[in-house]
């Protein structure tokens, strides 16, 4: 298990997320209302990446088509089919800096 520097709290205000890129994975991190979370980015539909997608609470859409995922949980809120969860990752905040621990 590896922990990666995701960046700053300052670069992560509430509701926005940012893409991190470690070890061949690409991983989300979102701050819900002072709360930092991590999910893969990927969307198991298509691909498409997350992060590029809108934030609503805890509530992650796909910018392809519209899934909503648990930034919390990495698990699909909703979706016309059933998708494959998201791995979601174990976040740290030291001083002012987010680690993920993948």
Known sequence: MGKILAGKT??????????VESGG??????????????MDD???????????????GSTVTCPWHGSTWDCKTGKLIAFASQLKDL??????????????ET
């Open 87 to 100: 791995a979601s990752y174990k976040v740290i905040v030291e001083s002012d800096s987010i680690y993920v």
């Open 25 to 38: 994975k690409t991983i989300l991190v979102a701050n819900e209302n002072g709360n930092y979370f991590a």
């Open 42 to 56: 990927t969307c198991t539909h298509q691909g498409a990446s997350l992060s590029e997608g809108t934030m609503e």
């Open 10 to 19: 300052s670069d992560l205000p509430p509701g926005k997320m940012l893409l």
